[in-house]
Structure formats: structure tokens, C-alpha cells
């Protein structure tokens, strides 16, 4: 059995709606619920029944809620979710009520499932770490964009997915390329950068300091994933982590944005980003 492992590790909830076996494996699926809850964990936890369930005649490889992750099939299995590009393809669903599609991110959690999962999937299945637009192609593919997804109409998992951070994670956790980001990555940490940027900003800072000090960390914790983690670079983050403390914020809001953007630009400058 070829499961790819994750850390920390799944829950396993194995149904009995699967084929065994699979003719090939080439694309990684990426879906969303969509289903008629009003949260993220109640999309979660009404999918996993819905899978247990052979009657459902649907199922997915994985399914990962807000803060946990399910295993239902084995990854030498065959999942029920694509019809025909079952035989050839891995599934994950991520918990995300239709509702919501589009109003709200993933969470970072969800993200991190599915980069261990594309990361997995590369090292065994040799999956390609890139996003594909067609079932002719062999990577990782939205059910909107797949020909099957398109004559069903579907929309997930949505517009507002993170292909590029997704990937850039999925190449970190392969430790890929050692010492030097790809593009894709500097994307992303750029990103990340360039909104802690906004969240410092002084007016920002004094009017919304809890707001600013959860959105700071927020996408601190998202960068350290995939910066390379040097002695210098470890200090700018400790920096920035310890001025964008709400208490820390409201006492001077002016020195927390010296501190913090300082920092930004060194991080910049270290990684190739100015």
C-alpha cells in the first residue's frame, strides 16, 4: 500500500465507496464540498458521512476540514468523484459550504494537507507539482478546469484558490530547491511580505491593533514555511513576531512599524525580492 503520509497524521475514516486499484495515476483533484452548511467544520463533518456511505455513490482519497484531516481511500485505490478520470487520478476535498465559496480562504491548514498530499503524491505517483488546465495534461487540476467538471458545471474549488501558494508549499515540504526559492515561491512570500507591509502601516496599526497584530502573524507563519531558514532571516522573523504583539503594538505603534518594516526589507533584501 503506497499512502502518502502526513504530518501530523490523518484520521482514518475508511468507506466502502471505492474501487480497488487504479489504472494510472496522473492528476491530483482538487475539490471543495459546497454543501448547504453555514460553516467550514459542519461542511467537514456532513461530507465525511455523506462518504461513508455507499449509497452517496461519492467519495474522496481525503477530505480536510478547517483544523483536521480524514483519510476515507487508500491511495492505490479508486475514489468516486470524477467519473470517468477516477481510474487516473487522486482526490482531495476541502471543506468549504457553498455559501462561502469565494467569500472566504482556505484555511492554512487546508493548504498545508493539500501541499503534503501534492508533495506525496510527486514522490510516489510522480504527479508533476504544477497546476494543469486539461485531463490531458499530468499535474494538479481544479475541478472547475477538468472537461468533466466543466460539462457538470462546477465551479470548485473556487476563484479565490491559491494554486501558486499551494505549489510553493508543496516544494518546500520536498525541500526543493535546498537553499534558493523557486519563482513560484518568492510569489507567494512576496505576497506575504507585501500585506504584512499593509498591515504596518501606522494608521492601520493604531485604529486596529488587534486586527493588525493576527493579520502580521498570520502571514508570518505562512513565509517562515518556505524562507529558507538562515540565522539572519530566523532574527528578522523573532523581530517582527515580537513587535506585532497587540499589547506591543498599542503601547508604540510607532516603533512596532519602524521595527516590522525594517525587517520586511531585510527579508527582501536577503531572499532576492527587492
Not at 110 to 119: G, I, K, N, R, S
Not at 165 to 189: F, M, R
Not at 224 to 242: C, E, F, R, V, Y
Not at 252 to 263: F, G, L, M, V, Y
Amino acid at each position: 500500500m503506497s499512502n502518502v503520509t502526513f504530518t501530523p497524521p490523518l484520521d482514518l475514516l475508511m468507506t466502502p465507496a471505492f474501487d480497488p486499484g487504479r489504472a494510472s495515476t496522473d492528476l491530483l483533484f482538487m475539490h471543495s464540498t459546497d454543501g448547504p452548511s453555514n460553516s467550514q467544520q459542519a461542511d467537514y463533518q456532513s461530507t465525511l458521512t455523506c462518504f461513508s456511505n455507499v449509497a452517496f455513490q461519492a467519495s474522496s482519497h481525503l477530505v480536510a476540514g478547517p483544523d483536521k484531516a480524514t483519510r476515507m481511500v487508500n491511495d492505490d485505490d479508486t475514489s468516486w468523484g470524477e467519473t470517468y478520470d477516477n481510474k487516473r487520478s487522486l482526490a482531495i476535498e476541502l471543506a468549504m459550504p457553498a455559501s462561502l465559496l469565494d467569500v472566504i480562504d482556505f484555511t492554512d491548514f487546508q493548504y498545508h494537507v493539500a501541499a503534503q498530499y501534492a508533495a506525496g503524491a510527486y514522490k510516489i505517483f510522480g504527479i508533476p507539482i504544477k497546476r494543469v488546465l486539461t485531463e490531458t495534461e499530468r499535474g494538479i487540476i481544479g475541478h472547475r478546469d477538468s472537461e468533466q467538471g466543466k460539462s457538470w458545471g462546477k465551479v470548485d474549488p473556487g476563484i479565490r484558490f491559491r494554486y501558486d501558494y499551494l505549489i510553493a508549499l508543496a516544494n518546500a515540504y520536498l525541500n526543493l530547491p535546498s537553499g534558493e526559492l523557486t519563482d513560484a515561491q518568492k510569489a507567494v512570500v512576496l505576497d506575504d511580505l507585501n500585506v504584512m507591509w499593509g498591515f504596518s502601516n501606522l494608521d492601520v496599526l493604531t485604529a486596529h491593533p488587534d486586527d493588525a497584530s493576527r493579520c502580521l502573524r498570520e502571514r508570518l507563519i505562512a513565509a517562515k514555511l518556505i524562507l529558507p531558514q538562515t540565522a539572519s532571516i530566523i532574527q528578522h522573523q523573532d523581530t517582527i513576531w515580537g513587535f506585532s504583539d497587540s499589547a506591543t503594538i498599542k503601547a508604540d505603534p510607532s516603533a512596532a512599524q519602524k521595527a516590522i518594516r525594517e525587517r520586511i526589507v531585510a527579508i527582501k533584501g536577503e531572499v532576492g525580492l527587492n
